[in-house]
């Protein structure tokens, strides 16, 4: 197991619109371990391969409350979306930064587990924003691009600025 570096906007690696994964087999169970030993060990409830720089369609999220409920979706896709609702939102390729975003407020999504299995399942709260948010991620969408261009600037110049900073220290 290792953990995996995130990668950080402005990055243009972000922008890269995933794969869909062709073969769930061991290689692809070791990236998903990985990603999960990232996303415990950065306190995040959703990491996407976008966000590690593998560009195939899959996620993992876990948005228990003691964080024993591990979620693998591979190839995934909304089947049903109901309602709209503004939640504030995190994500780990922008720390410090939260903004609000309106989704749906409930959702059913379909994808394959990582035993390759088809499965569906409905979700709300903070699981269906997570899960929009991750799709998002696979397009090479963030949530940013739901603010304006003048609030999305400002954050681009802060995180430029601490990625600057962080530079020198090193
Ligand atoms: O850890 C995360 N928390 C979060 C909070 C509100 C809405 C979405 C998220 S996802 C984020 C992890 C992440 O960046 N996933 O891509
Ligand atoms: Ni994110």
Same mark, same amino acid.
């Given at each position: 197991m290792a953990v995996m570096t995130i990668l950080k906007y402005p990055d243009e690696r972000l922008r890269t619109v995933a794969?869909?994964?062709?073969?769930?087999?061991?290689?692809?169970?070791?990236?998903i371990e990985d990603m999960f030993e990232?996303?415990?060990?950065?306190?995040?409830?959703?990491?996407?391969?976008?966000?590690?720089?593998v560009h195939k369609r899959l996620f993992i999220a876990d948005c228990s409350e003691n964080g024993n409920e591990p979620l693998t979706f591979i190839n $995934?896709?909304?089947?049903? /979306?109901?309602?709209?609702?503004?939640?504030? +939102?995190?994500? &780990?390729?922008?720390?410090?930064?939260?903004a609000k975003v309106e989704r749906a407020g409930k959702i059913k999504v379909r994808a394959l587990d990582k035993n390759g299995d088809t499965f569906e399942r409905e979700a709300e709260g903070l699981l269906a924003i997570c899960i929009q948010h991750e799709i998002d991620h696979l397009n090479g969408?963030?949530?940013?691009?739901?603010?304006? $261009?003048?609030?999305?600037? /400002?954050?681009?110049?802060?995180l430029e600025k +601490?990625?600057? &900073?962080?530079?020198?220290?090193?």
């Open positions: 794969k869909p994964v062709e073969q769930v087999d061991d290689a692809l169970r070791g990236i990232t996303m415990y060990g950065s306190q995040g409830v959703g990491l996407a391969a976008t966000q590690v720089n $995934p896709e909304i089947i049903e /979306r109901d309602g709209l609702h503004e939640n504030e +939102e995190g994500c &780990l390729s922008f720390p410090n930064v939260y969408k963030l949530f940013v691009d739901y603010l304006s $261009p003048l609030k999305r600037d /400002r954050i681009r110049k802060k +601490e990625a600057r &900073l962080a530079a020198k220290l090193d």
